[in-house]
């Protein structure tokens, strides 16, 4: 588009052609600069709305993980110095993961006290969706071009980090929403099934409550042979309960002030 508008001006009369390509220039020029910060503010200004950390030290110990490194070869320790600044602690009962449920699972969490996912906490809740890689050579945190595919890209590493750190705090009843419209809700492959999961520890965690979150057309119950295998994977000692909650029924016991979360299902 704005390539055409410079072309059609140029036919018209060359000597004004100038005048818009400085323009464009110096819009293009400000729009380049702005994106490579976006990040990094995007960043700080999700961080400061936790109070009592420095936010700048929190992003320049971030960056070290993965800056001037392959963006393939990004272990989950990189970030291990992040964990030691940022502690991350959920009261005992209140730990909740998902897998394939995340809106729902938000939308309940930040209307109720009572469960907290990862992304509740500072680490979490800064890079909940962002995307970011280094490349070698360069100081740089990019925000394009950054590989998904390879398993220790900085993203995945992050989230198997975080995830791990936040299942091996869980104590009491430990919670999991689980998607009842997959034929297979317990998917051993997925982060909760392959990291988190052996992260419980019996007596420290008590039981492992699943709710299926249902809807009209969901094609699994708490019967299904991947749930069985859940609760074979538990490690010793923990107990473990299923129910089959609606999406409506989640929905209406958020947005329910009076209700108790004990009641939710
Ligand atoms: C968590 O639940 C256990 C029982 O499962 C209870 O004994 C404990 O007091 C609870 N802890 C908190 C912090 O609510
Ligand atoms: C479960 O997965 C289906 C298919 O991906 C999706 O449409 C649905 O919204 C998910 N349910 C929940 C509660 O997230
Ligand atoms: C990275 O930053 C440091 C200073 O912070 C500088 O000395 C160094 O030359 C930079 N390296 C690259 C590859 O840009
Ligand atoms: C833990 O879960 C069990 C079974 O769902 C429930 O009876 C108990 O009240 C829960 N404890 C807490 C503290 O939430
Ligand atoms: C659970 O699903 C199976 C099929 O997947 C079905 O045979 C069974 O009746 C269902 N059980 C309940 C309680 O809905
Ligand atoms: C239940 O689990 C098994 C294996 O874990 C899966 O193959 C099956 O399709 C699942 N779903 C239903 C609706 O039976």
Redesign the pocket.
């Given at each position: 588009m704005a390539s055409e508008k410079v072309r059609g001006s140029e036919k018209r009369r060359s000597s004004i052609t100038a005048v818009p390509v400085l323009i464009i220039s110096i819009i293009l020029g400000v729009t380049l600069i702005w994106n490579k910060d976006e990040f990094k503010q995007t960043f700080i200004q999700r961080c400061q709305k936790f109070s009592g950390y420095n936010c700048q030290t929190i992003w320049d110990v971030f960056q070290q993980a993965f800056v001037?490194r392959d963006p393939c070869e990004v272990l989950p320790e990189a970030y291990d110095p992040l964990f030691v600044l940022v502690p991350l602690k959920a009261p005992c009962n209140t730990t909740v993961f998902w897998s394939e449920t995340k809106a729902v699972v938000h939308d309940f969490t930040e209307k109720k006290d009572c469960f907290k996912t990862v992304e509740d906490f500072l680490l979490g809740s800064v890079l909940d969706d962002l995307v970011w890689c280094g490349k070698k050579?360069?100081?740089e945190t990019f925000t394009t071009d950054c590989p998904e595919q390879c398993q220790k890209n900085p993203v995945r590493s992050f989230w198997k980090r975080v995830s791990v750190a936040f299942g091996g705090t869980a104590c009491g009843n430990v919670t999991v929403m689980l998607n009842g419209s997959l034929p297979t809700p317990f998917n051993e492959a997925s982060m909760f099934g392959s990291d988190v999961l052996k992260t419980f520890t019996s007596p420290k965690v008590k039981q492992l409550n699943v709710v299926l979150v249902t809807q009209e057309n969901s094609v699994t119950n708490c019967t299904n042979e991947s749930l069985g295998n859940l609760k074979m994977k538990l490690n010793k000692g923990i107990g473990y309960r299923c129910s089959e909650v609606s999406q409506s029924k989640i929905e209406w016991c958020a947005s329910a002030p009076e209700k108790p979360c004990s009641l939710c299902w």
């Open positions: 001037n050579g360069s100081n």
